[in-house]
């Protein structure tokens, strides 16, 4: 048995550089979870500059996925990387101008698997990546008898 004294998990991460927990106590109203405003004004801001990626084909190892952000994005300060679920991935960015360049800038490799991006905003929901993706088809010379309008849609 360790002699050392119990502490709480607050206590046990109070001296680390870049994580600063603190203990906030639930409230329940009517058996749901209430939140203030102030606490969720605080979750926005934290996350206001992140970007969500899918990764379209298979998982890539986590060391690949850690050091390519730096790499092609990292000009103005370093970019937090953090898996949300199986291939989908949660960019921090250090400024918002970073950010907006890499999502306009797009589309995005990693090795040979197409990343796809879209803005982090408040009630996203983290689920299981999509299986099918947007995209804009801009046809050239295309013969006026095959662009039908029906056929064109999805």
């Known amino acids: 048995m360790s002699s050392l004294p119990s502490r709480s998990w607050a206590e046990l991460f109070s001296n680390a550089e870049e994580n600063h927990l603190v203990y906030v106590k639930p409230e329940i109203v009517d058996g749901g979870l209430l939140i203030s405003a102030e606490l969720e004004e605080e979750g926005i801001a934290r996350w206001k500059h992140c970007l969500v990626g899918q990764i379209l084909s298979s998982s890539p ?7 390519w952000p730096d790499l092609l994005w990292g000009k103005k300060g370093s970019i ?12 921090q960015f250090p400024t918002a101008e970073t950010a907006h360049w890499v999502f306009s800038t797009g ?17 996203i929901r983290v689920e299981q990546p999509r299986q099918t993706i947007p995209i804009w088809v801009h046809f050239l010379y295309l013969l006026l008898s095959m662009a039908q309008v029906v056929s064109l849609r999805g």
């Open 61 to 67: 190892h986590i060391r690949q996925v850690q050091s």
């Open 80 to 91: 937090r990387v953090s898996w949300l679920v199986e291939r989908l991935l949660l960019f």
């Open 107 to 123: 589309p995005w490799h990693l090795k040979n698997d197409m990343c796809y991006l879209r803005k982090w905003e408040p009630g």
